[in-house]
């Protein structure tokens, strides 16, 4: 079992930017992918980035060329980057990691969808406001 802790979360103003990080412990080994999402009240959980062992990396369109999804060299802290933040980006944001997926190759659909995760953080919040 992996256990995952969020942090860096805060209120900014819009047009601001954050850093948050995800800390990694436990059956760490079993991970291959990492993603963060994140769910506004009264909305549905999203994916907002992710990336493999591999190197490669998915972004939702909304926030492609503002965010930065990255990990550490050891691969047990998880970072996102966040820039230009905007109002819609107001949510709780959580940390996930997945187990490697055999089959068919992975897409950004796959790669931010809920369901590639099994491990999840309590989150973090987010507050940009206008």
């Known amino acids: 079992q992996v256990q995952l802790v969020e942090s860096g979360g805060g209120s900014v103003q819009s047009g601001g930017s954050l850093r948050l990080s995800c800390a990694a412990s436990?059956?760490?080994?079993?991970?291959?992918?990492m993603a963060w999402f994140r769910q506004a009240p009264g909305k549905e959980r999203e994916g907002v980035a992710a990336l493999d062992l591999d190197g490669s990396t998915w972004y939702a369109d909304s926030v492609k060329g503002r965010f930065t999804i990255s990990q550490d060299n050891a691969g047990n802290t998880l970072y996102l980057e966040m820039n230009s933040l905007k109002p819609e980006d107001t949510a709780m944001y959580y940390c996930a990691t997945g187990p490697r997926l055999f089959g068919l190759p992975m897409t950004t659909v796959r790669a931010l969808s809920p369901l590639v995760y099994n491990g999840w953080g309590q989150g973090t919040q987010v507050t940009v406001s206008s």
């Open positions: 436990g059956s760490t080994y079993v991970v291959h992918y």
